[in-house]
């Protein structure tokens, strides 16, 4: 079965430097898709950035991106130039293939916080 | 843009009673899911849907039923609520197509806090 792991429970930094925090997985495809996902104060839930497994490129989007690294079964979130507002829950995710039954499964969640 | 509606937005119920959550999507996404929220465990799956009449069991399915009457509408039911159901439940329908590996991403409600008695 498919499994999300995520080891951060909490992490703290000061704003304008840089995060990364960590997510492992494990997985019988060849081929499946990763996420991060950001649950903020209110308690929405929006989706961040995504990684496919068959591209070698690390994913950005603005002032986030991947640290994609298969072999290891691993993919890092880093948030550079952190903000007050970058302030949240993180959630790591995969979608599998059919050996996963195609759902979407997440980690515990990292706790982020940035303070000025 | 994507809307995920769930109802009702709080609820408490007690101990052995029946509990209906509801989810309604305006995305025509084929895609349901029912998660729930617990600290230390982050989001935990427990019923999916591929569309209208279908239902898969996730990975904490016990104690719970689903049902997708229609594309837009999936159902979460308690038939005896126990209190270690209290948790915050997240409805969220995925843009991925009808079968197939590929990408999705999902469009999340604002969540159900249930509390059991």
């Known amino acids: 079965a498919q499994k999300v792991t995520q080891t951060q429970t909490s992490i703290s930094v000061v704003e304008k430097t840089t995060v990364t925090m960590d997510c492992v997985y494990e997985?019988?495809?060849?081929?499946?898709?990763l996420f991060w996902y950001k649950q903020t104060a209110s308690g929405e839930i929006v989706f961040l950035i995504r990684?496919?497994?068959?591209?070698?490129e690390n994913a950005t989007v603005g002032h986030y991106s991947l640290n994609f690294q298969k072999p290891k079964s691993s993919i890092g979130l880093i948030i550079t130039a952190t903000q007050i507002e970058d302030s949240a829950v993180y959630f790591c995710?995969?979608?599998?293939?059919?050996?996963?039954?195609?759902?979407?499964?997440f980690g515990s969640g990292t706790r982020l916080l940035v303070s000025p | 843009e994507a809307a995920v509606t769930q109802s009702p937005r709080n609820k408490v119920a007690v101990t052995g009673g029946k509990v209906t959550l509801s989810c309604n999507q305006t995305?025509?996404?084929?895609?349901m899911y029912w998660y729930r929220q617990d600290t230390g465990h982050g989001l935990r799956l427990i019923h999916y849907?591929?569309?209208?009449?279908?239902?898969e069991k996730g990975d904490i399915p016990d104690g719970y039923k689903a049902s997708r009457p229609s594309q837009e509408n999936f159902s979460l039911i308690l038939e005896l609520a126990t209190p270690s159901q209290t948790s915050v439940y997240f409805c969220?329908?995925?843009?991925?197509?009808?079968?197939?590996?590929?990408?999705?991403?999902?469009?999340f409600g604002s969540g159900t806090r249930l509390t059991v008695l």
């Open positions: 969220a329908s995925g843009d991925a197509a009808l079968g197939g590996l590929v990408a999705e991403t999902l469009y």
């Open positions: 997985t019988r495809d060849s081929s499946y898709f």
């Open positions: 990684q496919d497994s068959y591209k070698k």
């Open positions: 995710a995969m979608r599998e293939g059919w050996t996963g039954g195609y759902k979407v499964v």
């Open positions: 995305n025509n996404h084929n895609n």
């Open positions: 849907s591929y569309g209208a009449g279908s239902t």
